[in-house]
């Protein structure tokens, strides 16, 4: 099948990673999508490698293991914008080691000297930091050097696209619900602001604290101070209230960013799904779909291993032919 064009839509992390692992199996690869970046949910994200909101467990730490090791080799492109930087969970109860922590580097518990004020426990890990503005740049200009066609194009039906391919790759984030009517996915609205850089932070994620979602992402242009996790709200639009409430509990976390400037607000919808959707669904005797989408707030962190995955679903596909 190597002559025969594969589709993919959504060009998000998921179609532009996808997109790139075919293309370097030599196959031929286009990307249809309705918003390409810097447009999509994936330009949004802040983005740290973390499994969060993403089911189920088992698969998704070994998508993730497999991802950690690609950024890891990413780290050696400057233009990809991936760097490793040390991410902080406090908590304000003692907890066991979490589950994901056999895929990260330098695993360890924080020192209580580490916590801030009114938390008890809490683990530190290396992790992957992964400037979106640059990374998807990135992913856009590897993939379109490899020869992959990109294109700004809604697809309404599959059906009506399945007799020009043999296979297609289903890559449409929360975009799948209308494409496919799947009412099993579900947006997880997240807000978030960008303020000016604070010299020597490293990363923060407290999610389980009474206040709500909370981090902190140093980046290159700024730092990413969040968040929100509001499920099934479809709402775009920056609620003002509401950055004041993540600016304060970031404050809580780290004091030194009380003289940041605001530089941005943002609004992206996450897409929650009770587990990822990956599979290949024969959609008729010439065609056949295969679903990479509902990754959640973690997009990134399983984008490598999903891609390596599905390239083993159309390899099996085109065997069958
Ligand atoms: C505030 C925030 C912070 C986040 N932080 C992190 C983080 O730190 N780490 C992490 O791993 N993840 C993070 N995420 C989650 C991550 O952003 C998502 O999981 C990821 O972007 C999903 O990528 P995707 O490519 O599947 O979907 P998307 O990026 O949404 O891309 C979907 C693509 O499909 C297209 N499309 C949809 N419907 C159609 C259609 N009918 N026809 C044609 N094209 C269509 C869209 O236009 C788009 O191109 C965060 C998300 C948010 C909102």
Known sequence: ??????LIIGCGVSGLSCGIRLLQRGLRVRIVARELPPQTTSDVAAAIWYPYRAYPEERV???SAASFQE??????V???GISLTTLMEPYQWPVADPWWHTAV???RRAAAAELPPGYVDGYVAEVPLIETPLYMNYLMTWCQALGG???QQEVADLTAVAGQYPVIINCAGLGARELLGDATLYP???QIMRVTAVPGLHAWIDEHSDRGLTYIIPRRDGVILGGTV???????AVDRETAVTIRQNCLQLEPRLGDATILEHCVGLRPGRPAVRLEAQPLSPACTVIHNYGHGGAGFTLSWGCADEVMVLVEAVSGKR
């Open 61 to 63: 730490l070994a998508w």
């Open 71 to 76: 950024f890891l080799r990413l780290t050696a």
């Open 188 to 190: 997880i609205r997240g």
């Open 1 to 6: 099948m190597n002559d025969q064009e594969v």
């Open 105 to 107: 580097h330098h695993f």
């Open 149 to 151: 066609l990109i294109e």
């Open 78 to 80: 400057p233009a990809a």
């Open 230 to 236: 509001q499920v099934g709200d479809w709402h775009m």
